[in-house]
């Protein structure tokens, strides 16, 4: 069963702070990854995809992808209270499925 | 480009009735997914259709069923319905011609009420 993880939080940053959310995989043959925002009552939107590994900057939003070890990360830098909402992590595997984390959620207390 | 859009976006249906949801992709996309979304349960993936044939397919019961048409538009139907059907079900289309790279956008979603 491929698998795709996330700390289900929520997680509370201070306004102003980088925000780090975390995502694990267990198909090591995937290759494509996706960072989506969810307001409540929402469809999910997407933020950034990463296809290769490193660091992918748009604007205050930062991906970082490490194949070896399995696991995807997005980083918000000076979170501001509108970043408050669940991040879905979305993983494209070895079979072209895309596999759905549960998400995180994001508290950015004022 | 117009986005995803999903008819209805509401609906109220009582225990046993049937239903049908309606999605209009991208234009130009012409993969199409359904989910179904519960609090708590995070993006369930019913099916995809692409070219008018279903290509990948969850783990749901028969009585969920879709199909799609030869403009890309797809419905997506439930029959004797239950009241844990009651969720945020939502359409996303792709350009699968992208292969591994193609990104799903999703639509505004039909929230369904089974009481």
């Known amino acids: 069963q491929k698998e795709v993880e996330q700390n289900s939080g929520p997680l509370s940053v201070p306004e102003g702070a980088i925000a780090s959310l975390n995502c694990t995989y267990s198909d090591r043959g995937s290759q494509s990854f996706f960072w989506y925002r969810q307001y409540s009552g929402k469809s999910p939107e997407l933020i950034m995809s990463?296809?290769s590994n490193g660091d992918k900057e748009d604007g205050r939003f930062t991906a970082q992808l490490n194949k070896a070890s399995q696991y995807v990360s997005l980083l918000i830098r000076d979170s501001q209270p509108s970043d408050s909402a669940t991040y879905l992590c979305?993983?494209?595997?070895?079979?072209?499925?895309?596999?759905w984390g549960a998400g995180t959620k994001l508290i950015i207390k004022p | 480009k117009a986005g995803v859009t999903q008819t209805p976006r509401y609906l109220i249906k009582t225990r046993g009735q049937q239903v049908t949801l309606s999605c209009s992709p991208i234009?130009?996309?012409?993969?199409v997914s359904w989910y179904q979304q519960t609090p708590g349960q995070g993006l369930q993936f019913l099916f995809e259709?692409?070219?008018?044939?279903?290509?990948n397919k969850g783990n749901f019961p028969g009585r969920f069923s879709g199909r799609q048409f030869s403009n890309s538009r797809s419905e997506m139907n439930v029959s004797t319905l239950e009241l844990g059907d009651s969720a945020l079900y939502l359409c996303a289309s792709s350009q699968p011609e992208g292969g591994l790279r193609n990104e799903q956008f999703f639509g505004p979603g039909t929230r369904l009420t089974v009481l």
């Open positions: 990463i296809y």
């Open positions: 979305a993983v494209k595997d070895s079979n072209y499925q895309l596999i």
């Open positions: 259709y692409f070219s008018e044939t279903q290509r």
């Open positions: 234009s130009g996309h012409r993969s």
